[in-house]
C-alpha cells in the first residue's frame, strides 16, 4: 500500500538480495508452509487444458488478507488446473524484485506502488498490471469506537492534541503514542504527524496481529487506543472502530513524503505479474487475469485462517465449496 502503502519498502538492500535468493523463507506469512506442493484435482478438471499449467511462483505479502487472496488462488490452481504453486512469503517492494529476477510471477495484491509501477512497468517492462482484484483498500487512523461515543470530537484531526495524554505510553516519550503496524510498512504517520503538528509519536508495533490485539485488549477493557489500520480487514466484524478524520486527500497531496499533509486515498486493488508469467501461455494466466472477488470474500477467507485457526488449503475450500458460481468464472479460457 504506498504513499499510502507506500507502506511497505523499509528493505535495505542487503535484504532484498537475500529474501529473493531464499524466497520460500523470507517475509512473515500468517499461516501456511512457504512451498506449496503440486494437488491432484479430484474433480477431473486437470487436463481442462491443453497447455499444461507448469509452475506458478506467487508472492504472498504479510497481512492475513493477502493471505486470504493466496489461499483461495493457490488452491483453485492446483486443484482445477493442475499447477504447482510455489508461495514466496516476501514484503511488497521485495515480491515486485522478483519480477526481474524470474522469481515471482504474480503479486494479487497491489496497494499502488507508483515509484515501483514506474520502475518494473515503464521503465524495465518486465511486469504488467493484471486488472482489479474487486476489493477495495482504505486506509487511515483509528480509535475503538467506545472512544468515539465518550468523546464525539476525538475524530477530528484538529482535537487530537487535546487528547493526547490518554495515549501517552512508556514507549511515546511523554508523547501520545500512534500505534502501527509491521514494520515493513511504510507509512505516511511520522510526516502527518509532524506536519498537522500533533503532539503524537508514531511507534511501530511489529505485525497486523499486534495491531488486532491491541485493538481487542483497547475493546474489552476500554484503553485508550490511537491506531493506524485498513480495510479490508476480517477484524472489523467484530471489533467496532471510528475513524480520525484528517484533512481530505486530492490528487497529488502526497506526492511528496515529506510535505504530505492529508488523509489516505481509498484504493482500487490490483493484480500485477511478471510479463514472462503473461506471456507463457499457462492456463494460470487467464486465471489471474480472471480472479476478482470482494472485501467481504477476502473478509470471509481471512476469518477462517486468523480467528478459526484454519490451515490456508482447509480455509479456502471451505470458501471454495460456498461459492462454486463465484471462482467458476474464473476459469473462464475467454
Known amino acids: 500500500m504506498t504513499n499510502i502503502r507506500n507502506r511497505r519498502a523499509r528493505v535495505m538492500a542487503l535484504f532484498v538480495v537475500s529474501a529473493l535468493a531464499v524466497a520460500a523463507c523470507g517475509g512473515a506469512k500468517v499461516g501456511a508452509s512457504s512451498s506449496t506442493p503440486p494437488t491432484t484435482s479430484t474433480g477431473g478438471s486437470v487436463g481442462a487444458s491443453k497447455t499444461p499449467c507448469g509452475t506458478v511462483n506467487l508472492a504472498v505479502n504479510p497481512w492475513v488478507g493477502y493471505e486470504a487472496d493466496a489461499a483461495v488462488v493457490g488452491y483453485l490452481l492446483k486443484t482445477k488446473l493442475g499447477c504447482t504453486v510455489v508461495d514466496k ?12 529476477s524470474g522469481q515471482v510471477d504474480v ?22 498490471d493484471f486488472g482489479q482484484t474487486g476489493n477495495k483498500g482504505i486506509i487511515g487512523w483509528y480509535v475503538p469506537q467506545w472512544m468515539a461515543d465518550q468523546y464525539p470530537d476525538i475524530t477530528q484531526y ?24 509491521d514494520p515493513s510498512y ?6 502527518l504527524v509532524a506536519n498537522l503538528k500533533l503532539d503524537y509519536k508514531v511507534v511501530v508495533g511489529g505485525s497486523e496481529a499486534t495491531l488486532i490485539k491491541s485493538l481487542e485488549t483497547a475493546t474489552t477493557q476500554k484503553k485508550p487506543l490511537l491506531f493506524y489500520f485498513y480495510e479490508p480487514q476480517w477484524a472489523l466484524a467484530n471489533l467496532k472502530v471510528a475513524r480520525i478524520s484528517l484533512p481530505p486527500y486530492t490528487t ?28 507463457s501461455g499457462s492456463p494460470a494466466v487467464q486465471f489471474i487475469k480472471n480472479f476478482n472477488w470482494t ?7 481471512a476469518e477462517y485462517i486468523a480467528n478459526e485457526g484454519m490451515k490456508d488449503d482447509a480455509a479456502a475450500q471451505k470458501w471454495v465449496d460456498a461459492n462454486p458460481t463465484k471462482w467458476a468464472a474464473w476459469l473462464a479460457t475467454s
Open 89 to 100: 512469503n516476501l514484503t511488497e517492494q521485495v515480491s515486485w524484485q522478483g519480477f526481474a
Open 107 to 128: 503479486v494479487l495484491e497491489n496497494w499502488g506502488h507508483p515509484e515501483l509501477v514506474k520502475t518494473y512497468i515503464t521503465e524495465q517492462k518486465v511486469a504488467e
Open 158 to 181: 484538529q482535537n487530537l492534541n487535546k487528547y493526547a495524554s490518554l495515549f501517552k505510553t512508556p514507549e511515546s516519550g511523554g508523547k501520545g503514542q500512534l500505534l502501527d503496524g
Open 186 to 191: 511504510v507509512t505516511n504517520d511520522t510526516a
Open 252 to 279: 497529488g497531496c502526497d506526492a511528496n513524503p515529506k510535505t504530505v499533509a492529508c488523509d489516505y486515498p481509498p484504493y482500487d486493488l490490483n493484480k500485477v505479474v511478471s510479463v514472462k508469467f503473461a506471456n
Open 295 to 301: 472485501n467481504d470474500d477476502q473478509n470471509q477467507v
